[in-house]
């Protein structure tokens, strides 16, 4: 397994894996496989220079990605995963995990003192691994802006 730091010349790596999650687990992300098969190039590469991404890779395979950015309206101590997502038949290898750690190690890197996510309603496997990873379920919850029948909760992990 390798983690790297992708860069924008990386977008069609991380468009194929990120248009896998979609395609296989459309229910735990705020996007959709039928708005992002639309993106062209120029927005994946958009999104890369916009966001801090990592891509694990096993024996050559793109297997998973996180991504990192700076939310609006949050605290510029903050960090912010977004797209977590290892392939199914990699998970429980330690992937999601050594992605997070990524994250949190660029995280403190930027001076950052906490990480924070959303988790949707139902996604167990997720906010349980999140919790193990050291994230506290914060109780603040919102309805998803592209499905209001599903709501999240925030969880934030402090780093110092």
């Given at each position: 397994m390798q983690i790297r730091r992708v860069q924008e010349d990386d977008w069609r790596s991380v468009r194929d894996v990120r248009l896998r999650a979609l395609r296989e687990d459309p229910d735990v992300f705020g996007s959709s496989l039928a708005r992002e098969e639309l993106f062209a190039e120029p927005h994946w590469r958009m999104r890369l220079r916009s966001a801090s991404t990592w891509v694990v890779d096993e024996e050559?395979?793109?297997?998973?990605?996180v991504g990192m950015i700076q939310e609006p309206?949050?605290?510029t101590s903050d960090r912010h995963v977004v797209q977590l997502w290892v392939a199914p038949e990699a998970r429980r290898r330690g992937m999601a995990w050594a992605l997070l750690d990524a994250v949190k190690d660029a995280a403190r890197a930027e001076g950052a003192e906490t990480v924070s996510l959303w988790v949707v309603d139902g996604n167990h496997a997720a906010g349980d691994l999140f919790v193990r990873a050291g994230f506290v379920r914060t109780g603040e919850r919102h309805a998803r802006t592209r499905d209001s029948s599903k709501v999240e909760e925030r969880l934030v992990l402090r780093l110092t």
């Open positions: 050559g395979t793109p297997r998973g990605l309206g949050s605290p």
